[in-house]
Nanobody, 125 residues
Framework: QVQLIESGGGLVQAGGSLRLSCAAS????????MAWFRQAPGKEREFVAG????????YYEDSVKGRFTISRDNAKNAVNLQMNSLKPEDTAVYYC??????????????????WGQGTQVTVSS
């Protein structure tokens, strides 16, 4: 069982930045895909960004391209999400997710085996 602990959420004004981090309890993530999803009130959980740990390949949902950057920290076994130029519509609970034994970044929640508890991001207008 892999535990994922998110941190870094909060309240920010539109146009501001936040950095989310997700620390994984697994010793090695070489065969993992890591991703961030988000869920706004009354909406389904949606894919935001993903990264293949071994290659560093990334993939982004269209609305966050150019604003968000996902990265990995090998020393800390953590994945980060740098969010710039935030908009009110980015307001949601953000979840870290991990998929084991995969070399594909999946955008469906069904593609992931482990989830963090979520961290709230609120962007005021």
């Amino acid at each position: 069982q892999v535990q994922l602990i998110e941190s870094g959420g909060g309240l920010v004004q539109a146009g501001g930045s936040l950095r989310l981090s997700c620390a994984a309890s697994e010793r090695t993530l070489d065969n993992y895909a890591m991703a961030w999803f988000r869920q706004a009130p009354g909406k389904e959980r949606e894919f935001v960004a993903g990264i293949l740990w071994s290659s560093g390949e990334t993939y982004y949902e269209d609305s966050v391209k150019g604003r968000f950057t996902i990265s990995r920290d090998n020393a800390k076994n953590a994945v980060n999400l740098q969010m710039n130029s935030l908009k009110p519509e980015d307001t949601a609970v953000y979840y870290c997710a991990a998929a084991r034994r995969t070399w594909v970044i999946r955008v469906s929640t069904r593609g992931y085996d482990f989830w963090g508890q979520g961290t709230q991001v609120t962007v005021s207008s």
